[in-house]
């Protein structure tokens, strides 16, 4: 039996899939679990005493990719008695009952409302010796009021909002999501607060929609208000957002950003399409015009910002002239990158039926050519910067080639990657830590700096991870907001946050 031995702990593993909103629902499944008396097992372990699968549904493959892992872990249960595989996140949200009855050797599916539930499902699956699907219809208890481990001693997401309340009709999140519900703005200045108190430096707020932040307790402005409120933090050196959705940009949050001096002059704002027929179709509720309006505002308050966007190729009815436009756009937006999907069809969405699909070849040889005016436009870009010094994030895991190359990697403050060689610091810059430098060359995705660092400066972030600590935030009990008195309630990005 390749379950713990009697008096040791169990172990898990938790394998995501999808967007931001994922991966820190992903840490939040890891807290409620170590809380419960879990341990993770290692990477290299193959045989965990429990494997979650956090899914994701908005790509095509997603079904495939999630039951063709399944099928492999099968025979591995098979051999190890007691072994127990969970499955959560969108993709259970839309299959429910549907996955056991395919993969009848999985234990417990979960849905995107009730991660907290994920512990007594797994005890209450072992005890039955049955399968449980639990899978709720709206939100029982804001995600943020479970415990969280934290992947990074650096840089933390903390969430404002879930759900969302558009109707684009090539996305199912609304429908797996649910409507959008916002948290109270202390309590997320709490959960910052408690970050940057374990060393965190960069903070990322998290909604499928930020910029309709306040909706609920009828505030418009509250998402400006927020990231200024975030200024006024002391340790917290940078903040970040994802995604706002042009329909609701106000100049508010521009005149924010520029003025906040830890919020990044960096702005991840889906488009889409360039064309504003494909738009009306898609049901995005903004034109060209006024897309290409908010990037010249916010272009003429942060001259250095870095604007990176969503598109989507292919399209129902999406025309040569349509796809024209869409490279227009790019070629006026300036884009430091973008992240580019070819339209999948997916059941549940509007335009799933709609006429007009287009051929694979034809999608994807637009594809291509969309792939190509994006580098060659984000390389000229990025190319601007030889010569400029910036501060840079020291990161894990960023830089592929880093050991073979000697260099280390991280972001800069507008959120571009930074390859760069740590000269005589090397063996003393930890993640986490700070340096200056200066750039060297430039590649499309990303910046190298291959003189000696500027300075390098040590970070309470760089000491948690030489310590081998993760932040681990206790769950905020703090209720879902109604307009009025707050009600108590009781005890995861290019993906489907971008919107």
Same mark, same amino acid.
């Given at each position: 039996?390749?379950?713990?031995?009697?008096?040791?702990?169990?172990?898990?593993?938790?394998?995501?899939?999808?967007?931001?909103?994922?991966?820190?629902?992903?840490?939040?499944?890891?807290?409620?679990?170590?809380?419960?008396?879990?341990?993770?097992?290692?990477?290299?372990?193959?045989?965990?005493?429990?494997?979650?699968?956090?899914?994701?549904?908005?790509?095509?493959?997603?079904?495939?990719?999630?039951?063709?892992?399944?099928?492999?872990?099968?025979?591995?249960?098979?051999?190890?008695?007691?072994?127990?595989?969970?499955?959560?996140?969108?993709?259970?949200?839309?299959?429910?009952?549907?996955?056991?009855?395919?993969?009848?050797?999985?234990?417990?599916?979960?849905?995107?409302?009730?991660?907290?539930?994920?512990?007594?499902?797994?005890?209450?699956?072992?005890?039955?010796?049955?399968?449980?699907?639990?899978?709720?219809?709206?939100?029982?208890?804001?995600?943020?009021?479970?415990?969280?481990?934290?992947?990074?001693?650096?840089?933390?997401?903390?969430?404002?909002?879930?759900?969302?309340?558009?109707?684009?009709?090539?996305?199912?999140?609304?429908?797996?999501?649910?409507?959008?519900?916002?948290?109270?703005?202390?309590?997320?200045?709490?959960?910052?607060?408690?970050?940057?108190?374990?060393?965190?430096?960069?903070?990322?707020?998290?909604?499928?929609?930020?910029?309709?932040?306040?909706?609920?307790?009828?505030?418009?402005?509250?998402?400006?208000?927020?990231?200024?409120?975030?200024?006024?933090?002391?340790?917290? !050196?940078? /903040? *970040?957002?994802?995604? @706002?959705?042009?329909?609701?940009? #106000? %100049?508010?949050?521009?005149?924010?950003?520029? +003025? $906040?001096?830890?919020?990044?002059?960096?702005?991840?704002?889906?488009?889409?399409?360039?064309?504003?027929?494909?738009?009306?179709?898609?049901?995005?509720?903004?034109?060209?015009?006024?897309?290409?309006?908010?990037? !010249?505002? /916010? *272009?003429?308050?942060? @001259?250095?910002?870095?604007?990176? #966007? %969503?598109?989507?190729?292919?399209?129902?009815? +999406? $025309?040569?002239?349509?796809?024209?436009?869409?490279?227009?756009?790019?070629?006026?937006?300036?884009?430091?990158?973008?992240?580019?999907?070819?339209?999948?069809?997916?059941?549940?969405?509007?335009?799933?039926?709609?006429?007009?699909?287009?051929?694979?070849?034809?999608?994807?040889?637009?594809?291509?050519?969309?792939?190509?005016?994006?580098?060659?436009?984000?390389?000229?870009?990025?190319?601007?910067?030889?010569?400029?010094?910036?501060?840079?994030?020291?990161?894990?895991?960023?830089?592929?080639?880093?050991?073979?190359?000697?260099?280390?990697?991280?972001?800069?403050?507008?959120?571009?990657?930074?390859?760069?060689?740590?000269?005589?610091?090397?063996?003393?810059?930890?993640?986490?830590?700070?340096?200056?430098?200066?750039?060297?060359?430039?590649?499309?995705?990303?910046?190298?700096?291959?003189?000696?660092?500027?300075?390098?400066?040590?970070?309470?972030?760089?000491?948690?991870?030489?310590?081998?600590?993760?932040?681990?935030?206790?769950?905020?009990?703090?209720?879902?907001?109604?307009?009025?008195?707050?009600?108590?309630?009781?005890?995861?990005?290019?993906?489907?946050?971008?919107?």
């Amino acid at each position: 039996m390749t379950t713990a031995a009697a008096g040791s702990p169990r172990t898990y593993q938790v394998r995501t899939y999808g967007c931001q909103m994922n991966v820190h629902d992903s840490e939040r499944i890891s807290g409620l679990l170590e809380q419960a008396g879990y341990v993770r097992a290692p990477q290299a372990d193959d045989t965990p005493d429990i494997v979650v699968f956090n899914t994701c549904a908005v790509r095509e493959n997603a079904d495939n990719r999630l039951y063709g892992n399944l099928g492999h872990l099968r025979p591995v249960k098979d051999k190890h008695p007691g072994m127990q595989i969970a499955v959560g996140g969108c993709l259970a949200q839309k299959d429910r009952g549907e996955i056991v009855r395919r993969a009848p050797w999985v234990d417990v599916v979960f849905g995107t409302h009730n991660i907290g539930s994920l512990p007594v499902l797994l005890e209450r699956a072992r005890h039955n010796a049955a399968a449980e699907v639990e899978i709720l219809e709206s939100l029982d208890v804001f995600p943020s009021t479970l415990p969280t481990r934290r992947e990074s001693t650096y840089a933390g997401w903390v969430s404002i909002s879930v759900g969302c309340n558009n109707t684009c009709t090539f996305c199912i999140v609304p429908s797996l999501r649910g409507k959008e519900k916002d948290r109270r703005p202390g309590d997320i200045l709490s959960e910052v607060r408690a970050l940057v108190d374990e060393g965190v430096l960069e903070v990322t707020l998290l909604g499928q929609n930020v910029n309709s932040y306040g909706v609920e307790f009828g505030d418009r402005y509250a998402f400006g208000k927020l990231l200024r409120a975030c200024g006024e933090i002391d340790g917290l !050196e940078r /903040v *970040r957002f994802t995604s @706002p959705h042009p329909k609701d940009f #106000t %100049d508010d949050v521009i005149a924010a950003m520029a +003025e $906040t001096p830890n919020v990044c002059h960096s702005l991840h704002m889906p488009m889409q399409s360039g064309s504003d027929d494909v738009l009306k179709a898609m049901r995005r509720s903004y034109r060209s015009e006024k897309y290409l309006g908010i990037i !010249e505002k /916010v *272009r003429a308050a942060m @001259p250095d910002a870095a604007i990176t #966007t %969503d598109i989507i190729v292919g399209f129902p009815g +999406e $025309t040569e002239a349509d796809f024209q436009r869409t490279l227009d756009v790019v070629r006026e937006s300036r884009f430091s990158s973008a992240f580019t999907f070819q339209y999948s069809k997916r059941p549940g969405t509007p335009a799933a039926t709609m006429d007009g699909q287009l051929p694979k070849q034809v999608v994807q040889e637009r594809y291509e050519r969309l792939i190509a005016c994006v580098e060659e436009i984000s390389w000229a870009e990025n190319k601007r910067l030889v010569g400029e010094t910036v501060e840079v994030l020291v990161a894990v895991g960023e830089g592929r080639k880093d050991e073979r190359t000697g260099r280390l990697s991280g972001r800069a403050r507008d959120g571009r990657l930074v390859h760069f060689d740590a000269g005589g610091f090397a063996g003393s810059i930890r993640p986490g830590d700070i340096v200056q430098t200066t750039v060297t060359y430039a590649a499309p995705h990303h910046l190298n700096a291959d003189g000696a660092p500027l300075s390098h400066r040590r970070t309470r972030a760089g000491d948690a991870a030489e310590a081998g600590r993760s932040p681990r935030t206790p769950g905020v009990l703090l209720g879902l907001p109604t307009i009025g008195a707050p009600a108590v309630a009781p005890a995861p990005i290019g993906g489907c946050a971008a919107h």
